[in-house]
């Protein structure tokens, strides 16, 4: 993408007009006026000196690569006050009135960024939509990607690339999903119905089994078969509403304390019957009285897909193993099974949505390859992440991790999806 080169150009025009800068100072005070070693009848580049001077205006190469992009750069000083400002991010809004007359302040969202660099070191990413024109006017939101890294110990700068259009387009693309799934909820679940009709009228009675036509017999295969593979599109289709709204297309629930008994107790028994059925043994190693902070039905659903998961995945009389840990400000919690495993070069891609490792074996289970997406945007919802570790025969442990502290509430500003915090790793 074109604002990805840029961003990539920001720190290079910084260093660059902090050079030039030096370097005129130190040509002015032993009078030279051309660059040493430079080809005959070829000037230097001037400072733009039609600019207002004044001791926080960078001039020269590094101020005019910084107004030729079309990335917004805000850098911020120790007291959160803009010290330089190019174009684009005036035109993205990222500048209000401060509190004198005549004074300018970054927007709080950015002010709040630059606080969490300087206070973790390291450089943070968000993607969030701003307003534009007045309240209730019908102007579209502002899509920004914004990346804070730390300058040295006092400045931070702020990178501002606008990602409108994008955002716009993931909105149809969830909207349509989400219309079009709640349309075929209707007709789904009349052809379940018809099938269970068709179900009991193809009864064959217990007396004389014999007595049954090949007809009827036939019609009773064609109905299971309608009613299992309606059943396999009910879920495929909640599954999808329910990937919807994690995807954004409803406001986050406020995050709140979030009893992990609870949250165990409940996949153990939401799991009972499948795991009964193939003589699968659930059990549970932790402490007790552990708090999460989020949803408390959007933490089951992640351990309930990755618990089930573990079972449609695993043989008769096997064992999945559910382990909390925790520490002062993650909690961590692992679903280790005894199954197939997982090949190297399919690790990356099981939590793509309708990506499935072994394509006959899912048809076999019933999987929609939708669950362990599901998982990922809950993890990622709740400021948290969802990894795997696995080997083909030796069965896999999914870990999901989430905060163990309450989050932040900064100022009240829009809603943003972090999406990078500067630690290596997924």
Known sequence: MEWEYAVGLVSAALAV???????????????????????????????????????????????????????????????????????AA?????????????????????????????????????????????????????????????????????????????????RVRRDFVANVSHELKTPIGALQLLAEALLDATQMPESAPEAQSEDLLAARRFAERIHHESARMGRLVNELLELTRLQGAEPLPDPEPVSLDWVIAEVIDRTRTTSSAKGIEITYDGPKGVMAYG?????????????ENAIAYSGEDTKVSLTLRHSDDWLEIDVADQGIGIAPQDVERVFERFYRADQARSRSTGGTGLGLAIVK???????????VTSSLGDGSTFTLRLPARPPESPSSSPTAIEIESGVAGR
């Open 377 to 387: 945007h809950i993890a990622t919802n709740h400021g948290g992440r969802v990894d």
């Open 295 to 307: 949803n408390d039905s959007q933490i089951a659903t992640a351990v309930t897909n990755l618990v």
């Open 90 to 170: 005036r035109a993205m809004g990222l500048l209000r009135s401060g509190g004198a007359p005549g004074t300018i302040a970054a927007h709080p969202i950015l002010r709040t960024l630059a606080g969490q660099v300087r206070r973790t070191g390291v450089r943070r990413e968000v993607e969030l939509d701003l307003p534009r024109g007045r309240a209730g006017g019908g102007h579209a939101p502002l899509g920004l990607h914004l990346r804070a890294v730390a300058l040295n110990s006092t400045h931070v700068a702020v990178e501002a690339a606008d990602v409108t259009e994008a955002h716009r387009l993931a």
């Open 17 to 87: 007009g902090v050079g030039a800068g030096l370097t005129l100072a130190r040509l002015r005070r032993s009078g030279g006026s051309a660059r040493p070693g430079a080809p005959e009848g070829r000037a230097d580049i001037e400072p733009d000196d039609d600019r207002p001077a004044g001791k926080h205006v960078l001039k020269g190469l590094g101020r005019k690569s910084l107004d030729s992009l079309r990335v917004g750069v805000v850098v911020l000083d120790a007291e959160d006050h803009p010290v330089l400002v190019n174009p």
